[in-house]
């Protein structure tokens, strides 16, 4: 369990994958994986796919991600979530705020 990162060079994206419980406990894991990327040169992609649990700390590290490649809606996508991580998504309205695929 825990966040790891992929950069593609070919597609320009960065894809940070969280696995288990995506809690405070993968805060530093989570910022780490962004905070050395510049964002005008990367796509960023949050990968839920193998996420089975999200908390209110984890909304705050996706802001946090959101606000450090500029804010643009279209500037993070969130993949893969399940059935409970979406939902909590949409409570939050982060579908408003993030590209839900």
Same mark, same amino acid.
């Given at each position: 369990?825990?966040?790891?990162? $992929? @950069? =593609?060079? =070919?597609? $320009?994206?960065?894809?940070?994958?969280?696995?288990?419980?995506? *809690?405070?406990?993968?805060?530093? =894991?989570?910022? /780490?994986?962004?905070?050395?990327?510049?964002?005008?040169?990367?796509?960023?992609v949050v990968d839920l796919s193998?996420?089975?649990?999200?908390?209110?700390?984890?909304?705050?590290?996706? %802001? %946090?991600? !959101?606000?450090?490649? +500029? +804010? *643009?809606? +279209?500037?993070? !996508? @969130?993949? +893969?979530? /399940?059935?409970?991580?979406? $939902?909590?998504?949409? @409570?939050? /309205?982060? *579908?408003? %705020?993030?590209?839900? *695929?």
């Amino acid at each position: 369990m825990g966040v790891t990162a $992929r @950069i =593609d060079p =070919d597609q $320009r994206t960065l894809t940070i994958a969280v696995e288990g419980r995506f *809690d405070f406990s993968q805060h530093r =894991d989570f910022r /780490n994986a962004y905070q050395n990327v510049t964002p005008s040169s990367m796509q960023f992609v949050v990968d839920l796919s193998r996420a089975t649990y999200l908390d209110s700390s984890a909304l705050g590290m996706l %802001l %946090l991600l !959101r606000e450090h490649v +500029g +804010g *643009d809606p +279209g500037s993070v !996508r @969130i993949t +893969g979530s /399940n059935e409970e991580v979406r $939902r909590v998504l949409k @409570i939050a /309205n982060f *579908d408003k %705020l993030f590209t839900l *695929d």
